[in-house]
Structure formats: structure tokens, C-alpha cells
């Protein structure tokens, strides 16, 4: 076990793990500059999660190609904590809450589900309205850039990109290019 999660695992032993059947998924970077990612359902390519031509501040922006259909997560002008995942007739919304912005909110047929972000590491878990726990998306150690998703197997598969990508959108943040150092460090 990789001592980055050891925490996390202690802190679960005590809880009941009744979660149910998990689809596992792996989502690898198929860039060098990590800004592609491939999800893959054991050897089988499901789809692209393009971050490309994100700025700083645009967090929540992304391309997603599933089998020639082409999905977009964009932020909501009007509102600054609305993310909206819009393509091929389907339309997803969900919210950051939370002082620091912690805490993803999505409805989904009738359900609320929370994406809760853990501030220390690129780990994300899912939880039901009830706040029982569904499933994970976090990478895999802390110098990796491979993410395992675990989520229920019931769960469209619609639902479990935009989960996947809010989770990538959120863990691989822009970071502004520094070209000239005389100028940044003044």
C-alpha cells in the first residue's frame, strides 16, 4: 500500500463498507504534458478528457470524446460555480461549494451526490445524499499521473465521465507559465 493513502485507509477501517459493485477504470495520460487523458476499462479505450487550452482561473473547462460523440464542461458565465457538462443531447450540472471549494454538488435523476476533494492529495470521494460513501477517484501514488475510478456499476456512463472530469479538472489545475524570471522575481 502506497504511504499516501495510508491515512485515508486507517481512518476507513472503522466505517461499513457496504459500497456497491464498483466499475474499476484507469485514467492515464496520453500527452507528455499531461493535459490528455485516456480512460480505460481494463485494455479497452473508452474515451479522451481533453484539458487543453485551459488559462489560469478556468478551471472546469474540458473536451471529452466518446466514441465520435463530443462532450464539453464548461463554467457558467452568469453563475461562477456552476459547471455544466453540455453535448450530444445531454445536459449535466453540478456546483462547487465549501469556504475553499471542496466539495462538487451534482443532481443526477432525482439523486444529490457530493464530490468531496481531500486538500492534501488528488483523491476525490463520492457520497450520496445520505453521506454514505459510493466510490473513489484518486490517483494511483503521489508521483503518479494514472487515476483509478471506482464507481458503481449502475452509474451511466455519461455520469462517470463527468465525475472523472470534474475530478481531473479539479486535481490538474493550470498553472500560470512563467517565461521571463528578471520580471517574476522583480
Not at 455519461?158 to 475530478?167: E, K, N
Amino acid at each position: 500500500m502506497d504511504l499516501f493513502y495510508t491515512a485515508e485507509w486507517m481512518a476507513r477501517q472503522d466505517q461499513d463498507h457496504s459500497l456497491p459493485m464498483q466499475k474499476k477504470l484507469k485514467l492515464k495520460p496520453v500527452e507528455e504534458d499531461g493535459t490528455v487523458f485516456k480512460m480505460f476499462d481494463g485494455d479497452t479505450g473508452k474515451a479522451l478528457i481533453d484539458l487543453h487550452d485551459r488559462n489560469p482561473g478556468e478551471v472546469f473547462k474540458a473536451r471529452i470524446r466518446d466514441n465520435g460523440n463530443t462532450f464539453n464542461i464548461i463554467d457558467d458565465s452568469e453563475d461562477s460555480s456552476s459547471i455544466q457538462l453540455r453535448g450530444n443531447g445531454t445536459v449535466m450540472e453540478a456546483n462547487c461549494r465549501g469556504w475553499l471549494g471542496h466539495r462538487i454538488c451534482l443532481k443526477h435523476e432525482g439523486k444529490e451526490y457530493q464530490l468531496l476533494r481531500n486538500p492534501l492529495t488528488r483523491s476525490f470521494t463520492l457520497l450520496e445524499e445520505n453521506r454514505k460513501e459510493l466510490g473513489s477517484i484518486r490517483a494511483e501514488s503521489f508521483f503518479s499521473d494514472n487515476y483509478r475510478v471506482e464507481l458503481p456499476e449502475d452509474f451511466p456512463f455519461s455520469l462517470i465521465l463527468f465525475l472523472s472530469c470534474l475530478a481531473l479538472c479539479d486535481s490538474e489545475r493550470p498553472m500560470m507559465p512563467v517565461y521571463n524570471s528578471y520580471w517574476y522575481y522583480g
